[in-house]
């Protein structure tokens, strides 16, 4: 079975410009959920998506936004970029959303980069 | 607000030797799981530890679920370089339908 692919895995963008990322799970997953990874702050959760609904929201600024499709594909947006946002961005499929049995599969990330 | 707090921070030790790293809460999670990141990758699910007491192996990895829910350990014995990663233990809570919660981790640098 495939596992979580995200692309692109690099990407160097200019501060103001926005950034696509896409993420595809595990196939029979429906949910995704999004992780900003820093040095100094771990692993952040943005959101989680499960048949195409946000479930959960962490506590980001509204410049971060994501969607999720009905093949359980996901993409997150970052609009208006700023120097602060250069981080490893993480993508995690797993088969329930919650629970002691919520288990996550993550992708390799995509290492975005804001000059 | 749930917190893991992860222990220690940073590691570095000789290959051969043993090691335990700590995930602890003051929080009861119905589950915790054990992930290993290594530079330029997603972390990859190790363990999940579901019942209060539970000691899992895998290999020379044992994972350890407090007998309250509210802590885990890991311990590797004989450490190698191949274990060099970052270490990250996640909780998942008992009330359900909320996010993961994460510990910043430990950095194990095992040196040949």
């Known amino acids: 079975k495939a596992g979580v692919t995200q692309t692109p895995r690099y990407l160097i963008k200019t501060r103001g410009q926005q950034v696509t990322l896409s993420c595809s799970p595990i196939?029979?997953?429906?949910?995704v959920s999004w992780y900003q990874q820093t040095p100094g702050q771990g692993l952040q959760f943005l959101f989680e998506?499960?048949?195409?609904?946000?479930?959960n929201k962490g506590n980001f600024p509204g410049r971060f936004s994501g969607r999720q499709f009905s093949n359980s594909r996901s993409e997150m947006n970052v609009s208006t970029l700023e120097l602060g946002d250069s981080a490893l961005y993480l993508c995690?499929?797993?088969?329930?959303?919650?629970?002691?049995?919520?288990?996550?599969?993550f992708g390799p990330g995509t290492r975005l980069t804001v000059t | 607000t749930q917190l893991l707090e992860q222990s220690p921070q940073f590691l570095s030790i000789q290959e051969g030797e043993n090691l335990t790293v700590y995930c602890n809460s003051s929080?009861?999670?119905?589950?915790l799981q054990w992930y290993r990141q290594e530079p330029g990758e997603g972390p990859v699910l190790l363990v999940t530890?579901?019942?209060?007491?539970e000691v899992k192996k895998l290999k020379r990895l044992t994972f350890q679920f407090g007998d309250a829910r509210k802590d885990s350990s890991l311990h590797i014995t004989a450490a190698q370089p191949g274990d060099t990663g970052l270490y990250l233990c996640?909780?998942?809570?008992?009330?359900?339908?909320?996010?993961?919660?994460f510990g910043k981790g430990t950095r194990l640098s095992v040196i040949a």
């Open positions: 995690a499929s797993s088969l329930a959303s919650g629970g002691a049995s919520y288990e996550q599969y």
């Open positions: 196939s029979g997953h429906r949910s």
């Open positions: 998506y499960f048949s195409e609904t946000q479930r």
């Open positions: 929080s009861v999670f119905s589950s």
């Open positions: 530890v579901v019942t209060g007491g």
């Open positions: 996640a909780g998942a809570s008992s009330s359900g339908n909320t996010p993961l919660v």
